[in-house]
C-alpha cells in the first residue's frame, strides 16, 4: 500500500510565499508521477501541477502558471511546490497524489481520477 503525506501548509499573507512537501512509501518513489490538486469549500478539486515519475516533465495549471513551481527530488523521495505571490483565491486545502508511470505532458489539466493513492491533505490560507 502506498502511503502519501504532504507538508508545509499554514497562514500567509497575500503576497506571500510557502512551500508544500509530498512524500510517498510502500513503493519506490521513482516510479511515481505525482499531482498536487486543491479544493476549496464549497467547491471540485482542481488541478494544480504534476511531475513526471522521472522528473522529466510537469505541467501546470494556468490559474497558477508563473507563481506555482512543481520540482521532485528521488534521492529524498520528495516533490516540491514552491508558491509564491500568494492570493486568497488559493486558499484551499492542497492534496498531493501518485500514480505510478503515470505519463505527464506539459499543458494537460489532469483529474482526480487519474492518481490512484492521495494523502490527507494540507491547510493553505491566504489572507488579504
Known amino acids: 500500500q502506498v502511503l502519501v503525506t504532504e507538508s508545509g501548509g499554514g497562514l500567509v499573507q497575500a503576497g506571500g510565499s510557502l512551500r508544500l512537501s509530498c512524500t510517498a512509501s510502500?513503493?519506490?518513489?521513482?516510479?511515481?508521477?505525482v499531482g498536487w490538486f486543491r479544493q476549496a469549500p464549497g467547491k471540485e478539486r482542481e488541478f494544480v501541477s504534476a511531475?513526471?515519475?522521472?522528473?522529466?516533465?510537469?505541467s501546470v495549471a494556468d490559474s497558477v502558471k508563473g507563481r506555482f513551481a512543481i520540482s521532485r527530488d528521488n534521492a529524498k523521495n520528495t516533490v516540491s511546490l514552491q508558491m509564491s505571490d500568494l492570493k486568497p483565491e488559493d486558499t484551499a486545502v492542497y492534496y498531493c497524489?501518485?500514480?505510478?508511470?503515470?505519463?505527464?505532458?506539459?499543458?494537460?489539466?489532469?483529474?482526480?481520477?487519474?492518481?490512484?493513492?492521495w494523502g490527507p491533505g494540507t491547510q493553505v490560507t491566504v489572507s488579504s
Open positions: 511531475i513526471k515519475w522521472s522528473g522529466g516533465s510537469s
Open positions: 497524489a501518485a500514480d505510478a508511470w503515470r505519463g505527464i505532458s506539459s499543458g494537460t489539466n489532469y483529474t482526480p481520477s487519474q492518481f490512484h493513492y
Open positions: 510502500g513503493r519506490t518513489f521513482s516510479t511515481l508521477s
